[in-house]
């Protein structure tokens, strides 16, 4: 999990998780996960689902990668980041995916654009928001909301620190490196022959796709 996931989250989809609703989350980054711990809606069923036990508590573990272990119409919310990049066959995932959530039930996917490639065990797919439309369009899901965005990068605004399209900030743990990358930039914003020694800081981009069965 990373910073710009949760501000996509927060920032977009945050609404959508009303009082005693049922929630699944496909690969979730520890128990209890960033989302939910965002969310933190104690009301929930916050259910989790991986292919692998990688933390102990999860509520599914399916042997299969495209059909789970779930009734159809199980839940009405389906959360899933930072996943989808690791699926080889996304189309027979989301329709799976579509299975399984209610009529009318949200669906939240936040997908990494900028990161390098990182293979658990693969990584197949970056996608901006004309492919996560196809691809919802293709499984018959209705798109509410499709974005592609830094949320992170405002951070460096008022340091007068560039950015550029990466990893998260956050994601290596460089707290002392990052503050002084940001007094150094400030330091010579205002030594316009020196502006071309700024250092950028890399910070992710992601899309966040919001969408229903109807």
Same mark, same amino acid.
């Given at each position: 999990?990373?910073?710009?996931?949760?501000?996509?989250?927060?920032?977009?989809?945050?609404?959508?998780?009303?009082?005693?609703?049922?929630?699944?989350?496909?690969?979730?980054?520890?128990?209890?996960?960033?989302?939910?711990?965002?969310?933190?809606?104690?009301?929930?069923?916050?259910?989790? &689902?991986?292919?692998? *036990? /990688?933390?102990?508590?999860?509520?599914?573990? +399916?042997?299969?990668?495209?059909?789970? =272990?779930?009734? !159809?119409?199980?839940?009405?919310?389906?959360?899933?980041?930072?996943?989808?990049?690791?699926?080889?066959?996304i189309w027979l995932w989301l329709d799976e995916l579509?299975?399984?959530?209610?009529?009318?039930?949200?669906?939240?996917?936040?997908?990494?654009?900028?990161?390098?490639?990182?293979?658990?065990?693969?990584?197949?797919?970056r996608i901006f928001p004309d492919g996560m439309k196809a691809l919802c369009e293709e499984v018959?899901?209705?798109?509410? &909301?499709?974005?592609? *965005? /830094?949320?992170?990068?405002?951070?460096?605004? +008022?340091?007068?620190?560039?950015?550029? =399209?990466?990893? !998260?900030?956050?994601?290596?743990?460089?707290?002392?490196?990052?503050?002084?990358?940001?007094?150094?930039?400030?330091?010579?914003?205002?030594?316009?022959?020196?502006?071309?020694?700024?250092?950028?800081?890399?910070?992710?981009?992601?899309?966040?796709?919001?969408?229903?069965?109807?």
């Open positions: 999990m990373h910073l710009n996931s949760e501000l996509l989250l927060r920032k977009y989809a945050l609404g959508y998780f009303k009082d005693n609703l049922r929630v699944l989350e496909i690969g979730p980054a520890g128990i209890p996960s960033a989302y939910q711990k965002m969310v933190n809606n104690p009301t929930l069923t916050w259910h989790t &689902l991986d292919l692998h *036990e /990688s933390f102990p508590g999860l509520t599914y573990i +399916s042997k299969e990668e495209y059909h789970y =272990p779930i009734d !159809s119409e199980s839940y009405d919310i389906i959360i899933t980041g930072q996943v989808i990049e690791h699926v080889k066959k579509k299975r399984i959530l209610r009529k009318n039930g949200t669906m939240v996917i936040i997908n990494p654009v900028s990161w390098p490639y990182h293979a658990f065990p693969v990584d197949c797919w018959n899901l209705e798109v509410i &909301l499709c974005e592609f *965005e /830094s949320i992170e990068a405002q951070h460096f605004s +008022s340091s007068l620190t560039p950015t550029i =399209p990466g990893q !998260s900030y956050t994601y290596l743990n460089q707290k002392k490196k990052i503050t002084l990358i940001k007094f150094w930039n400030g330091l010579i914003h205002y030594l316009p022959i020196l502006n071309k020694l700024k250092v950028s800081v890399e910070v992710a981009y992601d899309t966040i796709t919001v969408v229903t069965k109807n």
